[in-house]
């Protein structure tokens, strides 16, 4: 079974701290994404890696940066935390070319609030 | 810049009845996948139906796709109380990163 895992489900910062965020996988997968989820909009993606130390910005980069030194762990970096990133942050890893077509796994989630 | 549109955002049934879920896209695909989303916890990947097929079966689930229309369905057949979740469309519009877009999701509670 695949697995993707997150560093923490819930987690508790204050208003201009630095924020890190771990997702490491298991299964050797090219890319890698984060997500934020808010009630009524649905999944947006902040970023995606499609290989180490590569990445691409998603619809939502502002206020994020990405890590991906090793295949298997993307971290997603809150430069200094603010109220507004306060959401479930969500993420996932896929194959890259997979005959499934590119089917995503994901974490548990990381529930963030920043008082 | 979001693709998919799902249709109704809440769905409620009783168990046994079946639940079909309609999910809109705006562009051409290479593929429409649907995920399930248990409250407070990640998505399970369902079924994913590429754009040459129409329809698509696993287990109670059925999906069908009608590329003219730009749209899916997803039928859960013989409800169960366990099926209580939200569940998210999403499509695939590029062959070459694996991004997926996803849809704003429907919420089904299925009574015992």
């Known amino acids: 079974d695949v697995k993707v895992t997150q560093s923490s489900r819930y987690l508790v910062k204050r208003t201009g701290e630095k924020v890190f965020l771990e997702c490491v996988q298991d299964?050797?997968?090219?890319?890698m994404f984060w997500y934020r989820q808010d009630p009524g909009l649905g999944l947006r993606l902040i970023y995606f890696?499609?290989?180490?130390?590569?990445?691409e910005k998603g619809d939502i980069p502002e206020g994020y940066s990405v890590s991906r030194e090793k295949k298997e762990r993307f971290s997603l970096i809150l430069e200094s935390a603010s109220t507004n990133q306060t959401s479930m942050y969500l993420c996932?890893?896929?194959?890259?070319?997979?005959?499934?077509?590119?089917?995503?796994?994901f974490g548990p989630g990381t529930r963030l609030t920043v008082t | 810049s979001q693709q998919g549109e799902e249709d109704p955002q809440a769905l409620s049934i009783q168990e046994g009845e079946n639940a079909t879920m309609n999910c809109s896209y705006k562009t051409s695909i290479n593929n429409l996948q649907w995920y399930r989303q248990n409250s407070g916890r990640g998505l399970v990947h369902l079924i994913l139906?590429?754009?040459?097929?129409r329809e698509k079966h696993s287990g109670r689930l059925r999906v069908t796709l009608d590329t003219s229309k730009k749209s899916s369905s997803l039928l859960i057949t013989a409800s169960r109380a366990a099926d209580t979740a939200s569940y998210f469309c999403a499509t695939s519009y590029s062959s070459n990163t694996g991004k997926l877009i996803f849809g704003q999701g429907t919420t089904l509670q299925v009574k015992p």
């Open positions: 139906i590429r754009s040459n097929e």
């Open positions: 996932a890893s896929s194959l890259e070319g997979s005959p499934k077509g590119y089917e995503q796994y």
């Open positions: 890696s499609y290989d180490v130390k590569m990445k």
């Open positions: 299964m050797d997968h090219e890319n």
